[in-house]
C-alpha cells in the first residue's frame, strides 16, 4: 500500500500564496490520476484539483480555478498544489489521494491509495 505525506500547509494571510507536497512511498503513483481534496470544518471532504497520470491534463473545481495550479513529478513521485490568491473560504484540511471520474462528471476519491494525514491550511488576517 502506498503512503502518502502531504506537507507544506500553514498560516497566511488573504491573497497570500503556498504550494503544497504530496509524496509517495511504498510504490510509484505514475500509474494513477492523483487530486487534491480538501475539508473545512463542518463540511464534507471534496474535490479540489487532479492531474492525470501523464500529467497532461488537470481539472480544478470552479471555487480555485485559476489561483490554484496542480503538477506531478513522476520521477520525485510527488504531487504539488500551488495555491495564490487565498481565501478565507480557502481554510480547510487538504489530502492528496488518487482520484476517479465519476459518472456524474466530477472528479471523487479512488481507492487506489489511502489517505495522508492532510496539512492545514489556514487564511486568516
Known amino acids: 500500500q502506498v503512503h502518502l505525506v502531504e506537507s507544506g500547509g500553514g498560516l497566511v494571510q488573504p491573497g497570500g500564496s503556498l504550494t503544497l507536497s504530496c509524496a509517495a512511498a511504498?510504490?510509484?503513483?505514475?500509474?494513477?490520476?492523483m487530486g487534491w481534496f480538501r475539508q473545512a470544518p463542518g463540511k464534507e471532504r471534496g474535490f479540489v484539483a487532479v492531474?492525470?497520470?501523464?500529467?497532461?491534463?488537470?481539472y480544478y473545481a470552479d471555487s480555485v480555478k485559476g489561483p490554484f495550479t496542480i503538477s506531478r513529478d513522476n520521477d520525485k513521485n510527488t504531487v504539488y498544489l500551488q495555491m495564490s490568491s487565498l481565501k478565507p473560504e480557502d481554510t480547510a484540511v487538504y489530502y492528496c489521494?488518487?482520484?476517479?471520474?465519476?459518472?456524474?462528471?466530477?472528479?471523487?476519491?479512488?481507492?487506489?491509495?489511502?489517505w495522508g494525514q492532510g496539512t492545514q491550511v489556514t487564511v486568516s488576517s
Open positions: 492531474v492525470t497520470w501523464t500529467g497532461g491534463n488537470t
Open positions: 489521494k488518487s482520484a476517479l471520474w465519476g459518472a456524474d462528471s466530477t472528479w471523487y476519491p479512488s481507492p487506489d491509495t489511502g
Open positions: 511504498g510504490r510509484t503513483l505514475s500509474r494513477n490520476n
